[in-house]
Each structure stands twice: as structure tokens, then as C-alpha cells.
């Protein structure tokens, strides 16, 4: 993985986000000198300081992340905390651990933060939130917050987390989001109250002064009334206004017609097939088109894709000739392809090369998960509609991005999986699922899944190297403990024997064992096995077992009226729990 993708390491001890993170969102977009300067936007936001909440609300290609850069690269003593958002981090756990990273680059915050966003099954409203939130207020000089495309995220419980932050500011800080959606923030309270700068589309729009600046810059030098015609035609969007003047040099046509030309969007959808993509070379809207597929681009993932090789040249020509193709690292290993342009080759890749789109989505999925990306893969897999290859992702993958907090993450497999009937082929995540469920603590769900187990089939040796699936039925069983402690017992102990020597589920099975050993008696025993499973819990790769470990010790030890003991081996067992979860090795190289 390219080094500039994540984070730098954070030293401080406590301080570790749950999973790593990609630096190029912590870090807005560079401003050149041949960027336009949006001087009445930056000005209107640095007047807006005495409210906690600035919200730049337009549809896409008003400029609203050029503003936001230019304001963070003006002159003066304000500190700016920046995340670029995008649909990876719809799991709050996700989004809220951008959040933390970037304030701590400014000052240290309570290592207490990571170590609830690095806890399984952890409560966002309850503990994550507030502690952030805390945080935040402590901020020893002003802060701005700025939180870039927070439309791509519209699960609830991460826009409620961000709408409590604003709360939690301290006194001459602010959260700046910039949104296509304005009900990411409960507007109504914060209008009433005079705690929100609004610039919306009419703020956004370019003026004549601003037109003029970015035609220049493009090699477009028209007459005052042409300027004025196309800013009245397009409205002031800056996109359309960019669009235009590729349009005028594309085609070589004088810079007096730029004006005729529209930007209203059915308009430019028009423009950008007919006279934008007609001018590339075909193997270049090839490319694009073929790529559209993708979230993100980088030259061997590309090659892959396309099973062709030199995409890491193309990508930077593409780049640097302004073909809609934006670099998200310094080094430009990576790309984006700008997202109006990307809607229309899809669209356009979908009605003249429909068969492509299956292999394309495989390969994509293929090369994630060879390369530490199995969110990513996951997500193209859900796209081709690959339930084998997603559920046998998801066999492996599931734990430990449950493991790092994200819990909305794993729920979304399950339900896409759930909607296409896929548990009937697929046993092992049924198995998962139903255990899943059971450790959030929401028995239905759990029950359903349960039940899908026996009605699914599954043959072969799982990817744990364990023989059975009925190894991890039986599992299940001990886990749920439908049947009574006995039966937990007897079903643990097949678990423990049958279970591949290297299963991630070895160690939970020999922890429900001995738990079952205690609740039917053999408590002396029990309690030998509980201190081993403490000393080992490292080694044996399940450093969660350690508290659950100590804690029945203690148990143990109040049944004995050993209250020394049983105080110590407590207070071991919630010191063990507040340390934050490790993921494997393998998964600290994946990111999303």
C-alpha cells in the first residue's frame, strides 16, 4: 500500500485509532496559484466567527471544498481539524475516529476517546459521543472542525453525532461542514438561536470578477459580454462555467461564443458527452469509461481491472491535462475521477458495454482482497451482486472489522447478504451472524440466524482450517446456551476438539468451556484454566479473552469470600477492558 495513504504513526501512548486511516483525508486540497481566489466567500467566512456552526450547502460543483480549502490557507491565528468524507464512513465509529485523529494533530486529546472507538459493541450516544465531545470543549486555543462532502454519509446515528459536536464547542470554535444535503444539521434549532453561518448556492455562484479569473487561468480570454453572457446562462456554477471553457478550447472555436453555451445540469450531462469526451483519445475514454467502476484509482489496481498494464502513466497524463482525474496523494499513487464525469461513464459503460461490467466489478474484487483492502473489495463484490464472493469475504473479515469498532460496517453485509436470501448457501456466515447478533445484545435477529443455520448447507473445509461447519455450529450452540449449561458444556468441549488449531474461534471456545465447567461445579478446575487463559490470551491472538478471563476469577473468588482477591482480579479484568482492541497483522495493512 502506498505509504501516503496512511496515517502517520501517532507516538503517544493510548492515542492508536482502532484501524488505520487514510492521510489524504486528513488534509484539504492544495491551493495553487492557479487556483481562483474566492475572496467573498473567504471573507464571508472568517465575519461568521461568532457562531459555532458554518454550513455551505449546494448541489455539486459549486466550489464549496475550493472555499473551505481557501479559507484553512488564509492568513491568521485560527487552527483548522480537516476530514474529507466520503461513503466509507457511513459507520460512525469510522467517521467519528476521522474526527479524533484530526483534532489530536493539533493538540492531544483524552487517549480515552480511542479507547472507546477502538471497543466492540461500544454505545455512540452513551460513551463515544460525549467523550469526543469533551474533547473538543477542551481545546485550549479555538478550533475550526471542517467536515468536507458530509452528504456521502446518511446513516442516522452518524449525523446525530455530528449535529451533538456542535454543542460540545468550546467558546470561539466552529464546525464547517460543506454538504449537498442541509439536514445533516438540525437547522431549525440552530437558525432560531443565530448559532449558524449559511452560504448556500446563491453565495456560491460565481460573479463576473471570479468568471473571468477561472476562464483566464484556462487559456479563455472573452470579452467582457461574452463573460457576462455565460455567467448569466450558467447561473454563476462554477463547474458549468469550467466546463465551458474546455468546451472553447477542445474545440478551438472563438472565445466570443463561450457565452451560448448552458449549465444547468441536463445541459452539461449533454455537453460533457458530446464535446468533452468526443474530443479524448479512444484508448483515454476507454479508460474512463472501463474505471468508471471505480471508487478510487491507482495504476496496478487499474491494470488489473482492465487486465492491461501502463494505467499508473495514463492516470497521471489524465491528471495533468485536466481530464476530471484528481490526484488524492502527493506522490499520485492514487486518483479519483471527478464524480459528475464518473455518474456519466457509468451510465454510458452500463448501455454500450453491459457485459463488462460483471468481470470488471470481479477483478476489482479480486485485487482488494489481495491487497489488504477487504472493505473495498467487499463493496465492489456487493456491486457485481457476487454473494459467494462476498460471504466467503465476509467468513474472514467479519471479526476483525468487528474487532476495530465498526459495527454498522458488519450489520450492512449482513443485511445485503440477509436481502438476497444468501444464508442459503452460505451456512458459515449465517453461523457468524447469528453470533454477531447475540453479542449486540438483540436476541431476535440472533434467533433468525440461528435458525437459518439449520436450513442451510455448507461443505468443505472452512477458512479457519477447521473440518466441519458443524465445528462452529457447535460453537453457536455453547455460545447461545438455548440448552442449558450442561449442553454448553458438551458442545464448547466438541467446539474446542473439532476447530481448526489456528481458528480465530479457538480461543472463545476454550473460554466458553471453562465457563461451563464453573457454572456446572468444577470450579477448582475452572479456575485453573480461567488463570491459564489469562497468561495466554496473547499468545493464543485474543487479547479480549483477558478480561473476561479475570472477571470470572473474580466471580470465583466472591463465591470463596476471598474479598481481597476478588477486588484485585477485578480491578485487573476493568483496567484489561478499557485497553483498546488490536486488530491482527493482517488487517493493521488493510484500510477501507
Known sequence: MPSSLTTRPIAREGRTPPFEVLESKLRPPRVTARSVLRTRLVDKLNRGTARPAVMLCAGPGYGKTSALSQWVASPGPRRFAWVSVDRHDNDPIVLLTYIAVALDRLSSIDPGVFEALASPGVSIEATVVPRLGAALASMQAPVVLVLDDLHAVDNPCCIDAVAALVGHLSEGSQLAVSTRDPSVLPLGVLRTRDLIVELGPDDLRMEEVEARGLLSEAGVNASDEAVAELVRRTEGWPTGLYLAALSTAAAGVGAGEIGTLTGNDPFVVDFLR????????????????????????????????????????????????????????????????????????????????????????????????ANGRPVAAIDYGQAAGDDDRVATAMERWVMPVFQSGRT???????????????????????????????????????????????????????????????????????????????????????????????????????????????????????????????????????????????????????????WARADELAERAVWAARQPCREDASYKAART
Not at 439449520?454 to 455453547?478: C, F, K, N, Q, T
Not at 470470572?552 to 473468588?557: T, W
Open 274 to 369: 458530446s464535446e468533452f469526451l468526443a474530443q479524448l483519445p479512444p484508448d483515454d475514454l476507454r479508460f474512463l469509461r472501463r474505471t468508471s467502476v471505480l471508487d478510487e484509482l491507482s495504476g496496478p489496481l487499474c491494470d488489473a481491472v482492465l487486465a492491461a498494464t501502463g494505467s499508473a502513466a495514463l492516470l497521471e497524463s489524465l491528471e495533468r491535462s485536466n481530464r476530471f482525474v484528481v490526484a488524492l496523494d502527493r506522490e499520485r499513487g492514487w486518483y479519483r475521477c471527478h464524480a459528475l464525469v464518473r455518474e456519466l461513464l457509468a451510465a454510458e459503460l452500463a448501455r454500450s458495454e453491459p457485459e463488462l461490467l460483471s468481470p470488471l466489478l470481479t477483478r476489482a474484487f479480486d485485487w482488494c482482497m
Open 408 to 562: 454498522a460496517t458488519v450489520e450492512q453485509w449482513f443485511e445485503w447478504l440477509d436481502a438476497r436470501d444468501g444464508w442459503r448457501r452460505h451456512q458459515a456466515v449465517a453461523v457468524i451472524a447469528a453470533q454477531f447478533y447475540a453479542v449486540l445484545g438483540r436476541p431476535t435477529a440472533s434467533d433468525r440466524w440461528a435458525d437459518a443455520v439449520e436450513h442451510a448447507d455448507h461443505v468443505g473445509r472452512l477458512p479457519d482450517g477447521s473440518a466441519s461447519i458443524e465445528s462452529w455450529h457447535a460453537l453457536l450452540r455453547a455460545f447461545r446456551c438455548t440448552g442449558g449449561v450442561v449442553a454448553m458444556r458438551e458442545d464448547a468441549a466438541l467446539a474446542v476438539r473439532t476447530l481448526g488449531s489456528a481458528s480465530i474461534w479457538l480461543p472463545s471456545a476454550v473460554l466458553l468451556l471453562w465457563l461451563g465447567e464453573m457454572l456446572t461445579g468444577n470450579t477448582d478446575e475452572a479456575d485453573d484454566r480461567f488463570a491459564d487463559v489469562a497468561d495466554e490470551a496473547a499468545d493464543l491472538g485474543a487479547p479480549d479473552m483477558l478480561p473476561v478471563a479475570l472477571a470470572e476469577r473474580a466471580l470465583l473468588a466472591v463465591e470463596r469470600e476471598q
